[in-house]
């Protein structure tokens, strides 16, 4: 009796002190961001840190209740919790509430709340229980698209309410799908897709369809047994350049003017200028000022509530999205490598938790944490520091945010909970 | 491998995210710097400006108020087209000028303070104050400039003007529109003067609100005030001396051969200081700056470097007193110039003979001169050992170099050593009759006023000289040691009396006999320098330079000065005069000799100076005539006259 209780309550303690470690650092930038005047008291909910320490205690109690559930429950109701989530997605179009343009939030009195948030564990548990399914075989077309299709359901209608970073999350699941045997020549032309679109638009169609065409036939002219018939390859091609021109026809017909300005200044597509300028003060304003911000930390940084542009706000929505600047303004080179590796180990710790699971689905559901942070943590931090295009989704367990940092905390402590049964699995 | 995918690519994230970190923060990010802090605004608050009194404590320069329009472009807000007129209106610009400095003070920088229009007049302010807050991103500045209590003096006191991108690169204490000192004591005692600007630092948010201050104002400091200063000029000197100066190109240095205290530093032709000061200041500077012909910003007592002539006469007697290669008593015949062999080296005019140092000095005697010299030289087997005592001799009279004074411009002047002529002429391929010119002050010698001022101290001392200074006292501070402390001068003390007797009959029985001043025994020697210049590239000659030094009285000087006047011709004639009439204003504080003073007010070169300008040809030295002007000024500049507070 006392040994399963031993068992009951073997947690892996080194991927709680990370969440901890972050959701604590998280808590001290956004205090600094947000904070106003002298601080008077940390609990005070009429300030966003009062607020958001509210949310941290209001996660802790969800942890307990998430932990002292069992572990079997979320495998017997993957698809409820996956199909009440679709609902509540569903019933924004018709109950949700519109800020910022992106109609994804419900109002309950002076609350808000992102059903969002909440899918990506929802279709985390759902893709886990399709594909633990004995029945399924990845290999196969029919269940690739079935799979496809519990990912493209939310995907699709968080896109119609226009929330473009929160779609892209989504694309994580391709890592887990990867991981369970999906054939390789789909990396292959994920990467390729990837290669034509960011080609296509920096060169034009012409200078893609010249570079496609020479590797197409040299890999014709390498193969000299199994080369099959040339009309293959010639469709290859036309593909290739078809789906070049088609990213363009997107990029310029479909896009607004806002995502087109940030894909443009990212790729450095805009030569004239006059026009960059305009651009850069239009679209690029959050942006350069997060990098100064970051730059000015230097080695050490200017030092907990200390940092000039963090107390001047001069980096707007810095306790969302840009907090990350914060880090790198107040704690300098140190710390925010520090947080970068705190989410680098956090992840790579749930790589390795997840590999050594001994039930199927407990491997695809930690899978799909780990690859749902590393799109946060990328796209998050990438957008920050300039690497990549400007996608409004928050750093996971840092942003402020009830919502965020409850469906973040849910996420990984259901992987918890699995991960302390899996000796019981047997 | 399929493990591996997501692995390795959230390895490969942090490494590049970690890169992009050290990039931005540590390679890229030169240390944090406040000043450069958007999020920080720094708000200056400018100390008084130390005031300048001159020696007798009369107060030089104080300061006035003035408001200069700012403009911070990032934060103009736009105006349409009736409200920009008026506004141009108020400002006295027009609309051209508006977009012109708005567009410069963009590209200068869009979020810091640009001057806009600088130096309001205390009516256009008043008018303006009331309006200002329509007019966002401009406000008014308030500072202070310098307000001159006097007109003379332009070239001792210089002037305050705003701090170009050059020197603020060089000094980062000064903003863009800060004030440095630009010429004369202004420049060199600009850190004393200038006291330390306060700072506060403010932040704010991104809207450029205030939010408080920075760190509750721990690095704020408070201003601090500049001090006054007193310099050396007696300014009724001064002012005589520019009197005297009128009409005249030329410099005037006098110093308390005591103290090495510069009384007067004259120069001609100068511009009234308040010329400099309030809205035509750039206008006015340009004006004087580019007058290439007369050269009114040109300081001719500190950078006129020429050949002495007959002054450095007196200094190769000393030399060969020293050198022990003549006895005063030595006699030479002159045969209306030097002879070596058959080869007349150098000319002379008529005196009686024999000439021993006493006669030589007093008639000034070339062949004399040369005689001593090529004995001086001589006396070493070789004459490049010879020219190196020699020039050793000279420099230590403070010549051939920069005196290293306060004063915000000099120049080196040039004494020749055996070095310098086995350049010329190459190793040892040259001897003492080829440089005999240097023993009349007409060869490859050179110097300035100042220098030759500095000189006849040296002698008035008999043997040592104070640097030559413009500062007499910083209030509660010391004066520089250097300036105290006397330079020895390598001629033995024993040598200065037969040549000061010398000096002292160039008055009784020589050149200057007609200069003399009743009851003040002056001590003095004329000289002349032949000048040219190059019209439409063919070397030309000028009349010569008008030089003359002397010190007063002989026993107990209390002062010493160099006069140079250009194309004055001989040296008593235009110097000379005006060394007696200074010596006496000094000394006496009366004029006695008005009939020296009625000529040298009455008489004009300014006729003179156009002539190689003039494009027909004219004659020069005895075949020039003198110009005779009636309405001259006879009253001193005005000394107190300049703007009141
Ligand atoms: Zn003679």
């Known amino acids: 009796?006392?040994?399963?209780?031993?068992?009951?309550?073997?947690?892996?303690?080194?991927?709680?002190?990370?969440?901890?470690?972050?959701?604590?650092?998280?808590?001290?930038?956004?205090?600094?961001?947000?904070?106003?005047?002298?601080?008077?008291?940390?609990?005070?909910?009429?300030?966003?840190?009062?607020?958001?320490?509210?949310?941290?205690?209001?996660?802790?109690?969800?942890?307990?209740?998430?932990?002292?559930?069992?572990?079997?429950?979320?495998?017997?109701?993957?698809?409820?919790?996956?199909?009440?989530?679709?609902?509540?997605?569903?019933?924004?179009?018709?109950?949700?509430?519109?800020?910022?343009?992106?109609?994804?939030?419900?109002?309950?009195?002076?609350?808000?709340?992102?059903?969002?948030?909440?899918?990506?564990?929802?279709?985390?548990?759902?893709?886990?229980?399709?594909?633990?399914?004995?029945?399924?075989?990845?290999?196969?077309?029919?269940?690739?698209?079935?799979?496809?299709?519990?990912?493209?359901?939310?995907?699709?209608?968080?896109?119609?309410?226009?929330?473009?970073?929160?779609?892209?999350?989504?694309?994580?699941?391709?890592?887990?799908?990867?991981?369970?045997?999906?054939?390789?020549?789909?990396?292959?032309?994920?990467?390729?897709?990837?290669?034509?679109?960011?080609?296509?638009?920096?060169?034009?169609?012409?200078?893609?369809?010249?570079?496609?065409?020479?590797?197409?036939?040299?890999?014709?002219?390498?193969?000299?047994?199994?080369?099959?018939?040339?009309?293959?390859?010639?469709?290859?091609?036309?593909?290739?350049?078809?789906?070049?021109?088609?990213?363009?026809?997107?990029?310029?017909?479909?896009?607004?003017?806002?995502q087109q300005n940030r894909i443009s200044l990212w790729l450095r597509l805009e030569n004239d200028p006059v026009k960059l300028q305009r651009m850069k003060k239009e679209e690029a304003y959050n942006l350069i000022q997060s990098e100064h911000a970051i730059s000015s930390g230097g080695l050490s940084g200017k030092g907990f509530l200390q940092g000039t542009r963090t107390t001047g706000k001069f980096v707007p929505e810095q306790h969302t999205d840009y907090i990350f600047s914060t880090v790198g303004e107040e704690w300098g080179f140190l710390g925010s490598s520090g947080v970068v590796l705190l989410f680098v180990l956090l992840i790579i710790r749930i790589l390795y938790l997840a590999e050594s699971q001994k039930s199927q689905f407990s491997r695809v559901y930690g899978y799909s944490v780990a690859s749902i942070l590393f799109i946060h943590f990328t796209i998050n931090i990438g957008m920050v520091m300039g690497l990549i295009p400007t996608v409004g989704i928050p750093l996971p367990f840092f942003s402020y945010g009830g919502s965020g940092l409850w469906g973040f905390t849910i996420l990984l402590f259901i992987f918890v909970k699995l991960d302390s049964n899996k000796i019981n699995e047997w | 491998m399929r493990k591996l995918l997501l692995l390795t690519t959230v390895v490969l994230v942090g490494l590049v995210f970690i890169a992009r970190l050290f990039y931005l923060q540590v390679y890229d990010n030169s240390a944090y710097n406040i000043f450069e802090d958007i999020a920080i605004k720094k708000e200056y608050n400018y100390p008084k400006r130390g005031y300048v009194y001159d020696r007798n404590g009369e107060l030089l320069v104080a300061n006035q108020p003035s408001y200069d329009v700012m403009v911070i472009p990032r934060e103009v807000a736009p105006l349409d087209s009736l409200e920009i007129d008026e506004f141009c209106r108020l400002l006295k610009i027009t609309r051209e000028d508006y977009d012109k400095k708005l567009k410069r003070a963009t590209s200068y920088s869009p979020r810091l303070p640009s001057p806009f229009v600088p130096q309001l007049s205390k009516r256009d302010y008043a008018v303006l104050?009331?309006?200002?807050?329509?007019?966002?991103?401009?406000?008014?500045?308030?500072?202070?400039?310098?307000?001159?209590?006097?007109?003379?003096?332009?070239?001792?006191l210089g002037d305050i003007g705003e701090a170009n991108r050059a020197t603020i690169a060089k000094k980062p204490y000064y903003r863009l529109g800060d004030l440095i000192g630009n010429q004369g004591v202004e420049k060199t005692y600009e850190e004393v003067l200038r006291g330390v600007k306060g700072i506060k630092f403010i932040q704010k948010d991104r809207f450029n609100k205030n939010i408080g201050p920075y760190k509750d104002g721990i690095y704020d400091t408070?201003?601090?005030?500049?001090?006054?200063?007193?310099?050396?000029?007696?300014?009724?000197?001064?002012?005589?001396?520019?009197?005297?100066?009128?009409?005249?190109?030329?410099?005037?240095?006098?110093?308390?051969?005591?103290?090495?205290?510069?009384?007067?530093?004259?120069?001609?032709?100068?511009?009234?200081?308040?010329?400099?000061?309030?809205?035509?200041?750039?206008?006015?500077?340009?004006?004087?700056?580019?007058?290439?012909?007369?050269?009114?910003?040109?300081?001719?007592?500190?950078?006129?470097?020429?050949?002495?002539?007959?002054?450095?006469?007196?200094?190769?007697?000393?030399?060969?007193?020293?050198?022990?290669?003549?006895?005063?008593?030595?006699?030479?015949?002159?045969?209306?110039?030097?002879?070596?062999?058959?080869?007349?080296?150098?000319?002379?005019?008529?005196?009686?003979?024999?000439?021993?140092?006493?006669?030589?000095?007093?008639?000034?005697?070339?062949?004399?001169?040369?005689?001593?010299?090529?004995?001086?030289?001589?006396?070493?087997?070789?004459?490049?050992?010879?020219?190196?005592?020699?020039?050793?001799?000279?420099?230590?009279?403070?010549?051939?170099?920069?005196?290293?004074?306060?004063?915000?411009?000099?120049?080196?002047?040039?004494?020749?050593?055996?070095?310098?002529?086995?350049?010329?002429?190459?190793?040892?391929?040259?001897?003492?009759?080829?440089?005999?010119?240097?023993?009349?002050?007409?060869?490859?010698?050179?110097?300035?006023?100042?220098?030759?001022?500095?000189?006849?101290?040296?002698?008035?001392?008999?043997?040592?000289?104070?640097?030559p200074h413009i500062i007499k006292k910083i209030q509660d501070d010391t004066i520089p040691k250097a300036y105290t402390t006397p330079k020895y001068t390598t001629i033995d003390k024993q040598h200065f009396e037969p040549v000061i007797q010398g000096m002292f009959d160039v008055y009784n029985k020589g050149t200057a006999q007609s200069l003399k001043v009743p009851g003040i025994d002056i001590c003095g020697k004329t000289g002349t320098a032949e000048n040219f210049i190059k019209i439409d590239s063919v070397k030309t000659q000028l009349t010569d330079h008008s030089i003359f030094v002397a010190f007063a009285p002989k026993d107990n000087p209390k002062i010493a000065l160099a006069i140079f006047v250009e194309n004055g011709y001989w040296g008593s004639r235009f110097a000379g005069k005006m060394a007696s009439l200074m010596i006496e204003k000094y000394i006496k504080g009366t004029i006695t000799r008005t009939d020296l003073e009625d000529w040298i007010l009455t008489h004009s070169l300014e006729d003179e100076y156009k002539k190689p300008y003039s494009g027909e040809p004219f004659e020069i030295n005895r075949g020039a005539k003198l110009q005779v002007i009636d309405n001259y000024a006879t009253e001193l500049p005005d000394t107190s006259g300049g703007l009141k507070l």
């Not at chain 1, 045997?181 to 034009?204: D, H, M, P, R, T």
């Open chain 2, 129 to 156: 104050q009331e309006k200002m807050r329509k007019y966002e991103g401009f406000y008014i500045q308030k500072r202070s400039l310098r307000s001159y209590q006097t007109t003379i003096g332009a070239n001792v």
């Open chain 2, 222 to 467: 408070l201003p601090v005030p500049g001090k006054d200063i007193t310099i050396t000029i007696d300014s009724e000197l001064q002012a005589y001396g520019e009197l005297l100066m009128k009409h005249k190109r030329g410099g005037i240095v006098a110093l308390d051969p005591s103290s090495g205290e510069i009384l007067a530093m004259v120069t001609g032709p100068s511009y009234n200081p308040n010329d400099l000061v309030g809205r035509n200041r750039s206008k006015n500077y340009t004006k004087l700056h580019y007058d290439t012909i007369a050269k009114p910003l040109f300081d001719r007592g500190l950078l006129a470097q020429y050949p002495p002539g007959s002054p450095f006469k007196v200094m190769n007697a000393l030399i060969g007193l020293q050198e022990n290669v003549i006895d005063v008593n030595d006699t030479y015949t002159c045969r209306l110039g030097y002879y070596y062999g058959s080869r007349k080296l150098t000319g002379c005019h008529h005196h009686s003979n024999p000439t021993d140092m006493n006669h030589g000095i007093s008639q000034s005697c070339n062949g004399y001169f040369v005689h001593v010299y090529r004995k001086i030289i001589d006396k070493y087997s070789d004459a490049g050992e010879g020219m190196n005592v020699w020039a050793k001799h000279a420099r230590s009279f403070g010549l051939g170099d920069f005196l290293h004074n306060d004063l915000s411009v000099g120049r080196k002047g040039r004494i020749p050593d055996g070095d310098y002529y086995d350049r010329a002429y190459g190793d040892n391929r040259w001897g003492s009759t080829y440089i005999v010119s240097n023993a009349i002050g007409q060869g490859e010698v050179e110097t300035t006023p100042i220098q030759l001022a500095n000189m006849t101290a040296a002698i008035a001392n008999r043997g040592f000289y104070y640097t």
């Open chain 1, 1 to 258: 009796m006392l040994r399963e209780n031993q068992r009951h309550f073997k947690f892996d303690w080194i991927t709680i002190i990370l969440f901890l470690l972050l959701v604590g650092f998280g808590y001290l930038n956004i205090l600094s961001a947000s904070h106003i005047g002298e601080i008077t008291s940390y609990f005070d909910t009429s300030q966003l840190y009062g607020k958001h320490m509210m949310f941290i205690g209001l996660t802790l109690i969800l942890i307990i209740l998430i932990l002292s559930l069992e572990a079997k429950f979320y495998e017997k109701f993957a698809s409820i919790i996956y199909l009440v989530a679709m609902l509540a997605l569903v019933g924004l179009f018709i109950f949700g509430k519109e800020v910022n343009g992106a109609r994804s939030w419900y109002g309950i009195g002076s609350m808000t709340i992102q059903p969002s948030e909440f899918a990506k564990f929802a279709t985390a548990l759902a893709v886990a229980r399709f594909m633990s399914d004995l029945q399924t075989n990845m290999q196969t077309l029919k269940d690739q698209i079935r799979v496809a299709a519990i990912i493209f359901i939310p995907a699709l209608l968080i896109l119609l309410q226009n929330d473009a970073g929160s779609t892209i999350v989504y694309l994580a699941f391709f890592f887990v799908f990867y991981r369970e045997g999906l054939q390789q020549i789909y990396l292959a032309i994920a990467l390729s897709l990837i290669a034509l679109a960011v080609i296509g638009l920096k060169f034009g169609v012409l200078i893609t369809a010249a570079i496609a065409a020479i590797i197409i036939f040299s890999v014709y002219f390498l193969r000299r047994k199994k080369r099959g018939s040339i009309l293959q390859y010639i469709t290859v091609l036309a593909l290739c350049v078809s789906f070049s021109y088609g990213v363009r026809l997107f990029y310029n017909h479909v896009l607004k003017p806002h």
